[in-house]
């Protein structure tokens, strides 16, 4: 009697369709096609710095962001052969406009794994027209790349506000500006630093009108370095 031929359980591929995009909104986009004789279960993307944003950082460099991984769609559950994109929103990330390595995992019910080769693409960031958000995008990211860095960054924000006038620069821009210096050069562990690097704005359109960019900016103050909590029975305005 024969034995039965059982047949194998390879595992899955996932390949990349095309080069990470921007899309009109802004977004990171991720565009891949996947195949598994039994149906893949999950799929995610891995991204690191490349070598060029690496080269940013100095030896003994303390990053204080992370590059989370990216789960990807697809057309449906266990999809045996299919195409995908997935996109998300990085232009609030410490390390927007940088570029990244990407690689593509796929899974099988059996625990079977496939990977992408590497493929490299550059986060999307928003653009700023006036010098003082740019400065701020520019310190927060060297900040997020090492912490080894705050004192350098304290130097550029005091630097920043010795010629408020020259800036046109409004007083709570400018307060805001103190304010993050001083809450920086008294930080004295990584955890103090890290609200610095959040950078929430209102708009997220990869442009502003003069009207969203003060928006923007003021919002960028408001949370670079926020106050801390009133101590008990103390009154604050």
Do not use: W
Not at 102 to 108: F, G, I
Not at 180 to 201: E, I, K, N, S, T
């Amino acid at each position: 009697m024969e034995s039965p031929v059982v047949a194998l359980d390879r595992a899955p591929t996932i390949t990349f369709e095309r080069e990470p995009q921007t899309d009109r909104r802004n977004q990171f986009v991720l565009s891949y096609k996947v195949e598994d004789d039994y149906g893949v279960k999950d799929a995610e993307a891995a991204l690191s710095l490349a070598p060029s944003a690496l080269a940013l950082q100095r030896e003994g460099a303390r990053p204080l962001a992370e590059l989370p991984a990216i789960p990807l769609t697809m057309s449906q559950a266990r999809t045996r052969s299919g195409s995908g994109q997935t996109s998300r929103d990085f232009a609030e990330h410490p390390f927007a406009g940088l570029q990244v390595a990407v690689k593509l995992r796929a899974v099988d019910d059996a625990g079977n794994e496939g990977f992408s080769e590497t493929v490299y693409g550059r986060l999307p960031q928003r653009t700023f027209s006036k010098p003082i958000p740019r400065a701020l995008v520019e310190q927060r990211q060297i900040l997020a790349l090492d912490a080894n860095a705050a004192p350098r960054v304290a130097r550029a924000l005091e630097a920043l506000t010795t010629a408020p006038d020259r800036f046109g620069m409004e007083p709570p821009v400018y307060l805001g500006l103190r304010t993050a210096y001083f809450r920086l050069v008294r930080a004295r562990d990584d955890a103090a630093m890290l609200p610095a690097l959040r950078a929430q704005c209102a708009e997220r359109a990869p442009r502003f009108t003069p009207e969203h960019e003060r928006a923007a900016l003021l919002n960028l103050l408001a949370e670079l370095l926020p106050l801390p909590a009133p101590a008990p029975g103390e009154h604050r305005p």
